[in-house]
């Protein structure tokens, strides 16, 4: 089965922290996604990857990176935690015909 | 960047009855994919069903199937014998493929399934 795992499930950080989120894929996907969900707002693209090495902002990138040193896992950084970044982060990547394939999701929350 | 529009943040259908969850999008690109995935409360999201611009047939996924009209910029989610696991927030979602495979993704429609 294909599976995007994302390392953790609930986070709770203080302000100021540098924080990484991890998520890996198992199914040889070029192309990885974080997104942030917040209520009433959607999905929001926040950085994507076609490639190893390679990054492109999405629609809010500001406060974070990202890593992608190799194809399965991709990391996303918030160099300096935020309350205005306590969010659901859902990591993803694209399958076969286009599908989104998601994980779980990381609720964060920063205190 | 091209917008996807959910007008209904929530609603509501009786057990067995059929609902439409509706989704508008704006784009000038011809050859692009619609979405539509379902986020239960377990937050795992999940696709429903999946359409190709260039198919003029409606795809349909056993009690999903969706009403795609091109011209109007319109991709309805029809959801018939609905059932109480049906209940979650309904995503539709636009890849594009001039933008690096980019999705974007409405606000959401929250279904609650009335037994």
């Known amino acids: 089965d294909v599976k995007v795992t994302q390392s953790s499930r609930y986070l709770v950080k203080r302000t100021g922290e540098k924080v990484f989120l991890e998520c890996v894929q198992d199914m040889d996907h070029e192309n990885m996604f974080w997104y942030r969900q917040d209520p009433g707002l959607g999905l929001r693209l926040i950085y994507f990857s076609y490639d190893v090495k390679m990054k492109e902002k999405g629609d809010i990138p500001e406060g974070y990176s990202v890593s992608r040193e190799k194809k399965e896992r991709f990391s996303l950084i918030l160099e300096s935690a935020s309350t205005n970044q306590t969010s659901m982060y859902l990591c993803?990547?694209?399958?076969?015909?286009?599908?989104?394939?998601f994980g779980s999701g990381t609720q964060l929350s920063v205190l | 960047a091209q917008t996807v529009t959910q007008s209904q943040p929530e609603m509501s259908v009786q057990e067995a009855e059929t609902v439409t969850l509706s989704c508008t999008y704006d784009t000038s690109e011809s050859d692009y994919y619609l979405f539509w995935y379902k986020q239960p409360p377990s937050r795992q999201m999940i696709l429903v069903i999946r359409q190709e611009a260039y198919k003029q047939q409606n795809a349909t996924e056993n009690r999903f199937s969706v009403n795609f009209q091109k011209a109007a910029k319109s991709f309805s989610l029809k959801i018939s014998d609905s059932q109480l696991g049906d209940a979650a927030m309904y995503f539709c979602?636009?890849?594009?493929?001039?933008?690096?495979?980019?999705?974007?993704f409405g606000t959401g429609t929250s279904l609650t399934v009335i037994p």
């Open positions: 993803a990547s694209t399958g076969p015909r286009g599908k989104l394939f």
């Open positions: 979602a636009y890849r594009s493929p001039l933008t690096g495979n980019q999705f974007y």
